[in-house]
């Protein structure tokens, strides 16, 4: 029994906050229930369902109010006794894991729209299929920044992570596959059981598939991570897009750096090399800052570590390019002083190896070359006395800048014409009769100066000056072939008519480098010779076995030349 004046005690009642929370849950479950990520309409998907425009909004909300509502629950703030909040706990939890179970599923989803490669305003504004593809691309990667920091939010950054790794990794898989036409990693493992050729045509894949995928795969991949994980979440991106990219990306830098160990020093595979060398330094390194930033230390490294590689083989390549011109015997001479297979090859290769004149000047050093002998400055003494050669023996690299003359040494493309050179002087002196090794001289050096000059790129790495150089070394080579063989027989008086016979027999065999020089050949010894036969034919009269005529007529069939061929010296200016 209660005392006059006593109260009896009243029921405990909820706080205002408790039954607001108590009705929040209740609201999030009704949604849940509705979206619960193993019902028969789970495939569905929150965000790309277009009749219900507001329910991820909503959806989020409550995943948010559940993650509230386990704080409040679980703050103390309330009496367990009082209020219920254990059972209130356990239950927002149970909550909780649902909704992120089924964002989850809204992540696999929408991860499942992206695209392999990302790429982001790629469009030109005015193709509205085209920006449509833009704007659906920017609406998922909105919808998927709202799921990851709900999940990230909630603490199940962890499952988060792990779907978004296993999506994007396997879509970077595929497209680097797709590029190369082979999978960079897998194929480590067995490019020491390849030939060269298989690993040749790999390479050529390699070249512009590591491009693609440095330039656009990685950068997108590093632009997805970007707006996906923002603010906050950047440290997770950055995270992120290692475990998706780094290993994918060493592989391909791997597969060079093996590929490159392969080629070995085999002259025929150095414009590869500098295809691998200009991808790296004009291309991957760039993209590796740009996508890598501040975590790219190691990968950008080992992208160093493979120019330094490709480096030194294209050196080694070089030097046996160099080996092998100076292994080519000198006795081994071209019939009729043609121009030499030898001068042809050296010329061909070294046009297409000025095109990597910014990869050869990284690869060396003005220090490696130190010597001071004139490039390509032919010395001519087959047959001949010194004097006759002064024209000649002019310095071929012959330069107003003693930068510009050590700038040309730095360049192997220099030495390696120089060495040529040296070695057609070496063969001209194999030959027994002096105009023929004069000639030898006159066709090769054409040849080379009509390589170099003409506004081409080896001209710009040689020198304008060079080629002109070598166009007055080849008149002055057909000068002295002309005095060789005309002046002795025919110039010197005595039985010029049989002189010239026996000149023109002698040279039936002998050939022009081109029509060019067979234009010049006939022109400068017609000059030459003409106006002395005519002054012997003057004095001899019925006497001489020819005319005027039959001896122009004779000169003007050499070299390939026709006997309607005009009495023109015109041409002899040409050089």
């Not at 909300?61 to 706990?89: C, E, I, P, V, W």
């Not at 026996?502 to 050939?511: F, L």
Request: negative net charge; aromatic residues 8%.
């Amino acid at each position: 029994m209660t005392r006059a004046g006593s109260r009896s005690p009243m029921p405990p009642r909820r706080t205002l906050p408790a039954t607001v929370v108590d009705d929040t849950v209740a609201a999030a479950a009704v949604l849940l229930d509705k979206w619960h990520p193993e019902d028969s309409s789970s495939g569905r998907s929150l965000f790309l369902d277009s009749t219900v425009p507001d329910e991820a909004d909503a959806f989020l909300r409550a995943a948010k109010d559940l993650h509230r509502a386990m704080l409040f629950y679980a703050s103390g703030l309330t009496s367990k006794d009082l209020h219920g909040g254990g059972h209130g706990l356990i239950h927002a939890q149970e909550l909780l894991d649902t909704a992120m179970r089924r964002l989850e599923l809204e992540l696999q989803i929408l991860l499942s729209c992206l695209p392999d490669v990302i790429q982001f305003n790629q469009y030109d504004d005015d193709e509205d299929e085209n920006v449509d593809d833009d704007q659906t691309l920017t609406e998922t990667c909105g919808h998927l920044r709202a799921v990851a920091e709900a999940m990230l939010a909630a603490g199940y950054g962890k499952e988060c992570v792990a779907v978004f790794k296993e999506h994007r990794r396997a879509s970077v898989a595929a497209a680097l596959q797709r590029l190369h036409g082979f999978s960079p990693s897998q194929q480590l493992a067995t490019i020491n059981k390849l030939a060269w050729e298989q690993i040749d045509a790999r390479l050529q894949s390699w070249l512009t598939g590591a491009r693609t995928a440095f330039a656009s795969v990685f950068a997108g991949e590093r632009d997805l991570c970007d707006r996906l994980f923002a603010g906050e979440n950047a440290s997770v991106g950055d995270a992120v897009f290692s475990a998706i990219a780094d290993d994918q990306a060493m592989s391909i830098l791997a597969f060079a750096e093996a590929a490159v160990a392969k080629a070995k020093r085999a002259p025929e595979r150095l414009f590869r090399m500098l295809d691998v060398h200009d991808a790296l330094t004009e291309t991957i390194i760039p993209a590796i800052v740009a996508a890598f930033g501040d975590k790219s230390e190691v990968m950008f490294r080992a992208a160093e570590l493979a120019v330094a590689k490709v480096g030194d083989t294209v050196r080694g390549m070089v030097a046996a390019f160099e080996a092998a011109i100076e292994k080519e015997p000198a006795k081994a001479t071209a019939p009729g002083g043609a121009v030499h297979p030898l001068t042809r090859y050296v010329m061909n290769y070294l046009v297409v190896l000025a095109d990597y004149e910014n990869a050869l000047a990284n690869i060396y050093s003005a220090e490696q070359y130190t010597d001071t002998t004139d490039i390509g400055s032919g010395t001519g003494t087959a047959g001949s006395s010194s004097s006759d050669l002064s024209m000649a023996s002019t310095s071929s690299f012959s330069s107003s800048s003693t930068q510009r003359t050590l700038s040309l040494w730095s360049n192997p493309i220099g030495w390696l014409v120089s060495v040529l050179m040296r070695k057609l002087d070496a063969k001209a002196g194999n030959y027994r009769e002096a105009a023929l090794s004069y000639l030898f001289l006159a066709n090769n050096t054409h040849y080379v100066a009509k390589k170099v000059g003409g506004g081409t790129k080896l001209e710009a790495v040689l020198g304008e000056d060079w080629a002109k150089t070598q166009r007055a070394k080849a008149r002055g080579y057909v000068d002295v072939y002309v005095r060789s063989a005309w002046g002795s027989k025919v110039l010197r008086g005595g039985a010029v008519d049989k002189a010239v016979i026996e000149a023109v027999a002698m040279q039936e065999t002998w050939v022009a480098a081109d029509e060019e020089m067979g234009e010049v050949l006939r022109a400068v010894a017609r000059a030459a010779v003409v106006p002395t036969y005519r002054m012997f034919y003057r004095r001899q009269g019925a006497a001489a076995r020819l005319t005027p005529g039959d001896v122009i007529g004779m000169m003007d069939r050499l070299f390939g030349g026709q006997t309607s061929r005009s009495h023109s010296n015109s041409l002899s200016s040409t050089y």
